[in-house]
């Protein structure tokens, strides 16, 4: 059966996707004929789609239905799911019926249960935790290699930490690093890619270090220029949040009396155990209770940025609550 759902918040991996499989569907000459896309704010979108997935193609190349951002896999009124039923097992083999959702299906919605048993691919398209650095250097040595950028193992780690989990931007400084290198054989060096890839991740690693010594001002000056630099404030959010969780995972470790440096560095999911002695430096001043107290901060703050909160007196504030949590009592 001609069904694919895709889900997940890398909406730019999923573009990419989306965009291939079109492309293997679709004749180029009939795709006006045999090409529609439903957004879920289009009345009976669903139905629609499902009516239009039933008919054949015209001329050459196949049908391609997709329903963009659809709830069929988070609400799914009965009247949609007989049709959905009705309609899964009879598609011709020349249409394709394309699912996609940020949201996670629900697995115990039969809509959900359904479409799984159903569907050629059920793929999801997560986001790499911003943490887990050894996850983010196989995807860039991934899409490297996709792309026929040759890089070190240095230059992996330097471009994973440029961008981290921002998918778009990982490809958009690849296709740079790929043009310049169009005419060398030897992988870039790391003195080449740290002048053409913009860090902008670093920047929010010292943002991370200014709150953690409760340092407003400084804190509040490199957060202007991140938004000076038109850094997404969600993706600030997530590098202060790793860096948070992080910092909260090894105190927890030294308090608990651990002293290994390879143990601490797999409870903290840290890659390179030569880091550990540095992050326990940098909590030595903190309390447990301050790095616990910061996390909801952070939490509130990612939510109220998904929600449309104004982004930059938002991120203003919170950074302001942080700091002052920072500054309370330490040991």
């Not at 896309?37 to 997709?66: C, E, H, K, Y």
């Amino acid at each position: 059966m001609p069904i694919y759902l895709y889900w997940g918040e890398d909406d730019f991996a999923m573009e990419k996707a989306v965009t291939t499989l079109r492309d293997r569907i679709l004749d180029p000459l009939w795709t006006s004929f045999n090409y529609t896309s439903l957004s879920p704010d289009q009345a009976d979108a669903a139905i629609t789609g499902l009516n239009q997935v039933m008919t054949p193609p015209f001329g050459a190349g196949g049908r391609l239905v997709w329903l963009v951002n659809t709830n069929l896999c988070q609400q799914c009124p009965e009247n949609v799911l007989a049709e959905l039923t009705r309609t899964v097992s009879v598609i011709p083999d020349n249409s394709w019926l394309l699912l996609t959702t940020r949201n996670k299906p629900d697995e115990r919605l039969k809509s959900t249960k359904l479409l799984k048993k159903c569907a050629d691919e059920f793929r999801e398209f997560p986001l790499v935790p911003p943490w887990k650095t050894e996850l983010l250097v196989e995807s860039v040595n991934q899409v490297a290699q996709v792309m026929g950028v040759k890089l070190t193992s240095q230059g992996a780690e330097i471009l994973a930490e440029a961008v981290g989990n921002d998918t778009r931007l990982l490809y958009n400084e690849m296709e740079k690093l790929r043009l310049y290198a169009s005419d060398r054989n030897k992988p870039l060096d790391v003195d080449t890619i740290t002048q053409l890839v913009r860090n902008t991740t670093q920047n929010s690693l010292q943002l991370a270090a200014a709150i953690r010594m409760g340092d407003t001002a400084k804190a509040l000056s490199i957060l202007a220029d991140l938004i000076t630099a038109a850094e997404p404030g969600l993706r600030i959010v997530a590098t202060l949040i790793g860096q948070f969780r992080t910092w909260l995972l090894v105190k927890a470790a030294m308090e608990s009396g651990e002293r290994n440096p390879q143990d601490i560095a797999k409870l903290a999911e840290v890659n390179n155990p030569k880091r550990i002695y540095f992050l326990q430096q940098e909590v030595k001043s903190l309390s447990m209770q301050q790095l616990i107290s910061c996390l909801p901060l952070l939490l509130e703050l990612e939510v109220s940025l998904k929600q449309g909160a104004t982004e930059v007196s938002t991120l203003q504030t919170k950074v302001i609550q942080l700091c002052q949590v920072c500054q309370g009592s330490r040991y």
